[in-house]
């Protein structure tokens, strides 16, 4: 079943090939993407129930992905947040975590991890 995704990545190659990942392989519809932490957040109250994954990347064009995190506290049980970084150390990763994602995956090298994660979701979708 396609779920809706938000994603906040600043990169527009990256952002180009997550949707067409996202798309093609796991089924899922990008509803919109932002740049900055401001905009992401703005979209987020504005569309409280227009996303069911929200990808997160941490180092953005405006602020950051840990602000865009936190502004997801209050989301519906069924919405999950998953953070996206180049920089996945052990601290960073419990910091995301701690604010509320829901999993981490290292860009690096944890794409096809990430791919598996939103594959389990739309399935259980179905």
């Avoid at 090939?17 to 504005?46: K, P």
């Avoid at 701690?98 to 090298?109: C, H």
Wanted: charged share 30%.
């Amino acid at each position: 079943m396609t779920f809706k995704t938000y994603l906040v990545e600043d990169n527009p190659v990256i952002r180009e090939n997550l949707v067409g990942f996202l798309e093609e392989i796991v089924d899922a519809t990008v509803v919109a993407h932002a740049s900055g932490e401001d905009e992401a957040v703005a979209w987020l109250r504005q569309h409280g129930e227009g996303w069911d994954v929200a990808i997160v990347d941490l180092f953005l064009d405006q602020g950051n992905g840990l602000g865009v995190v936190d502004a997801c506290r209050q989301r519906a049980a069924h919405q999950k947040v998953l953070v996206v970084s180049n920089y996945a150390t052990p601290d960073v990763r419990a910091r995301s975590k701690a604010l509320g994602a829901d999993a981490f995956f290292d860009k690096s090298g944890e794409i096809d991890l990430l791919l598996d994660y939103c594959e389990r979701l739309s399935r259980r979708n179905d």
